[in-house]
DNA sequence: CAGTGAGCGAGCTTCCGCTTGACTT
């Protein structure tokens, strides 16, 4: 038996330590947190110095059980959580849970999985740390108090089951903001001028290269007078100018840089990117992946420096340092690196392969030389005016990092915008004579701010100190999960341009066209998350505050100092926020029908026109409600179409459907539109719209037309019938013949041969499918209940 | 794949941060 008990978090870890301290320790996981507030109820008694009750949560018992059994026969327990602020508190609820003294019992921390720096720790072991425990407590203690007390003022005054939090409200603020940057954005236009000049080089060969204007024409007019001062133009070159440049590595992930980077270069989303690196991590082959650090181990810096010398030479080595840039980081772990540098390759799926990759290029990238370039400007003067061209080009000189981690634009919200820059300019002289082959002179737009990604939103959170490397994916999660956002892709707008080109004297123009806006995996607010958002900021704008959290941090670190007592700084915060509540309770009315919209009259009715929050969701409403003789209409909006931006005409297209066409065999024909696009529905049947076909505008017999052809198709599809029971029925479908009973369908056999296939037999397939079925039907209900969860 | 657009009816929903499962498709 192993005289030493030694808990730390993770049972990955727990697993590798074991290795480096040896027989007489036995190391065990507590899996995070082993104690926390009740999951229903506040647990926090706000009368009595805001005492929290603390529980053993349900999944979490037999591995305290298993512990505490443990600890009893161990010598000595070692609490090993991590070394941060939730860490302390595993600890010290740990020590509790286990009946340890708190004032004896080793505590010992570790922010590096080496031999050194494990041995290091357990020759020094220290005690529980009550003030960092103290400061966690308050950070628990305030989410519940803002959670628990903002989510019931929604259920009441907006819609039951919503929630508000510290966290989440702010990240749906961005987001929500970011959509009104983007509704309320007035781009103008401008021409952008690009000129294409010829010179013979040394060899006599023409040398082609593009240079741009150092102006932008604001209007057609003033461009078109420019193209005309062109004509018949002199170009030489005026100036040239070659300035070296270079660039460095950024430093190695940490969990919110890896979910970009893994977004921008692998298109992984959020979750995805840390269900990954979990396996990665469990394989051993990363250290841990939610992490805050940039730091390296030594044994980690070593190994680095020994593979950039063996791989590129020991020129490319560059030692560097990095220094943590987030708000509020508690570097607890190291940064997210290769466990052994020398594996540049692993086995596994594709998609493991591919992020160890790049962990890997980015890790080793970040201690290589710098990248060297050269930049070359050529200023090219024009005879008949004032105006220049300007040719950029750029020479890499020495690749540096570069060789294994490609440029990454740090500004990930702007549309790289960066014209042309040429990779190579010829060799000219000032005073050098340039034939100008061509001038084109484009239309171009303003661009509107970006909407956020998953990955931009993170950025965004942690840049204000919101959230913790553990709650991004899972915050992303909730804001959808409530209905506050939706990830999706969108499609552009065609828009057209002007194009005017000079050659050969001549002046030509084109009008082009182009698809703009087109959005994927992009986070858009929903009308509920609208509405609920101005709801919090207008009566809670104190925790809406982007600076809230950082202004909290900022007591929770003076607790962990010792300098300010916990309870005393919930009672300050508690009192007016509490207040607060109160007072928002107290309005009358719903919050939804303050924010009603007026969109203007109807033209057919006179009318008032409004748009809101209704019962069953986002609506438009002609006449007023509460008229009881004249009943306002209702109609629900479409996916995507928000309260705040629909017009007057959109509103009224809602009401044109569902349409009465007229009646065909004695029954009434409608066109109407649901989940999957315009229908037409007669006789409890419903017919698919095709593409080519307006709901607005289709006549009776063209729809009579569909339903004839989806009924021939229908009998085409029916291949069997039996006699003995019609519920039963061998249909042809998309990947052929199936089985059809009482609605259900199940499958053939491959290659069986339906005409001599008896009743008997085919029912006989059903029952087997239908047990088999049994066993998953569990399962497929789950799933169901999820999803109307959402 | 409807159309619905209240107000006496019962009880529930919810936070943020630590961790990994348990199911298949």
Redesign the pocket.
């Known amino acids: 038996m192993a005289e030493n008990l030694v808990i730390v978090?993770?049972?990955?870890?727990a697993k590798t330590i074991e290795k480096f301290l040896g027989k007489e320790y036995l190391v065990k996981?507590s899996?995070?947190?082993v104690r926390?507030?009740p999951?229903?109820?506040?647990g926090v008694d706000v009368k009595h110095d805001f005492t929290p009750t603390y529980e053993v949560a349900e999944?979490k018992k037999k591995i305290v059980e298993e512990l505490k059994k443990l600890a009893g026969k161990a010598k000595r327990v070692w609490l090993a959580s991590?070394e941060?602020?939730?860490?302390e508190a595993?600890a010290w609820h740990l020590s509790q849970v286990l009946n340890l003294d708190v004032n004896t019992t080793h505590r010992i921390v570790f922010h590096e999985i080496t031999k050194n720096a494990i041995t290091k720790a357990v020759a020094n072991p220290r005690i529980v740390n009550i003030n960092l425990v103290n400061a966690q407590q308050a950070?628990?203690i305030l989410?519940?108090l803002?959670?628990?007390?903002?989510?019931?003022v929604l259920?009441r005054k907006v819609k039951?089951?919503?929630?508000?939090?510290?966290?989440?409200?702010v990240a749906v603020r961005l987001i929500v903001q970011r959509e009104r940057e983007i509704i309320n954005f007035k781009g103008g236009d401008f021409y952008r001028t690009t000129a294409i000049f010829t010179v013979k080089n040394q060899e006599g060969n023409n040398f082609r290269f593009k240079a741009e204007l150092n102006h932008r024409f604001k209007s057609l007019e003033e461009t078109k007078t420019f193209l005309n001062t062109c004509i018949g133009a002199q170009y030489h070159v005026a100036s040239i100018e070659k300035k070296p440049a270079h660039r460095s590595p950024s430093a190695p992930f940490t969990t919110s840089t890896l979910q970009q980077e893994a977004g921008r270069k692998l298109g992984f989303s959020v979750s995805q990117t840390m269900s990954i690196a979990?396996r990665l991590?469990?394989a051993g082959l990363i250290t841990?992946m939610?992490t805050d650090s940039v730091n390296l181990s030594d044994d980690a810096m070593s190994a680095i420096k020994s593979v950039i010398t063996d791989l590129f030479g020991s020129k490319s080595y560059h030692k560097r340092i990095y220094k943590t840039k987030s708000k509020g980081a508690?570097e607890a772990h190291e940064a997210i690196r290769p466990s052994y540098i020398e594996r540049q390759h692993i086995e596994g799926s594709p998609q493991e392969k591919k992020l160890y990759h790049l962990i890997w290029n980015r890790t080793v990238a970040s201690q290589m030389s710098d990248a060297l370039l050269e930049r070359t400007v050529i200023d090219i003067a024009v005879s008949s005016c004032d105006k220049k061209f300007i040719a950029k080009g750029e020479v890499i000189v020495d690749e540096g990092f570069l060789k294994l981690y490609g440029e990454s634009s740090t500004a990930l919200d702007e549309e790289t915008d960066k014209g042309d820059n040429n990779l190579l300019l010829p060799p000219v002289t000032v005073g050098t004579e340039l034939y100008n082959e061509r001038i084109e002179t484009t239309q171009r737009f303003d661009q509107r701010p970006p909407r956020f990604s998953e990955a931009t939103l993170v950025k965004h959170l942690e840049e204000l100190g919101?959230?913790?490397?553990?709650?991004y994916a899972?915050?992303i999660s909730?804001i959808i999960n409530?209905g506050y956002v939706v990830k999706e892709d969108r499609d552009g707008v065609e828009r057209k341009y002007l194009q005017l080109t000079l050659q050969n004297g001549q002046i030509t123009e084109k009008e082009l066209t182009e698809i703009t806006g087109t959005e994927k995996a992009k986070l858009f607010s929903t009308n509920i998350g609208i509405l609920v958002n101005d709801y919090l900021e207008s009566h809670f704008p104190a925790i809406l505050d982007y600076n809230f959290?950082a202004k909290v941090e900022e007591e929770f670190d003076d607790i962990a100092k010792g300098e300010l007592a916990w309870d005393e700084m919930i009672r300050r915060f508690y009192q007016p926020f509490h207040q607060s509540v109160t007072t928002a309770e107290k309005e009358e009315g719903?919050f939804a029908s303050s924010q009603q919209r007026s969109l203007g009259t109807d033209p057919v009715s006179g009318k008032q026109v409004y748009a809101r929050?209704?019962?069953?969701?986002?609506?438009v409403q002609i006449g007023e409600?509460g008229d009881e003789n004249n009943?306002p209409k209702?109609?629900?909006l479409r996916a995507g179409q928000l309260i705040e931006t629909i017009t007057l005409d959109e509103a009224l297209k809602l009401f044109a459907l569902?349409r009465l066409l007229g009646e065909y065999e004695g029954k009434t024909v409608?066109i109407?539109?649901?989940?999957?696009?315009?229908?037409i529905?007669h006789d409890g049947k419903?017919v698919?719209l095709p593409q080519t076909e307006n709901p607005y505008t289709i006549q009776l017999d063209k729809a009579i037309e569909l339903i004839e052809e989806k009924r021939k198709k229908d009998r085409e599809k029916v291949l069997k019938l039996f006699p003995e029971d019609e519920k039963l029925q061998l249909l042809n479908g998309r990947w052929g013949a199936y089985i059809s009973y009482d609605g259900v369908n199940y499958k053939l056999p491959k290659n069986s041969d339906i005409n001599l296939l008896s009743y008997d037999e085919i029912m006989k397939l059903v029952e087997q499918q239908k047990a088999e079925g049994e066993?998953?039907v569990k399962?497929r209900t789950n799933k169901r209940m999820v999803k109307t969860?959402k």
């Open positions: 978090e993770s049972p990955t870890k996981s899996f995070g947190h926390d507030l999951k229903k109820g506040l999944d991590d941060d602020r939730e860490g595993i950070r628990r989410d519940r803002v959670g628990f007390e903002l989510s019931p259920w039951p089951s919503l929630s508000a939090g510290r966290v989440q409200s979990q991590y469990e841990y939610r508690q919101i959230g913790r490397p553990s709650t899972p915050t909730t409530r959290t719903s929050i209704g019962r069953f969701g986002p609506m409600s009943k209702y109609a629900s569902p409608t109407g539109v649901g989940r999957f696009g315009p229908y529905r419903f698919s066993t998953s399962k969860k």
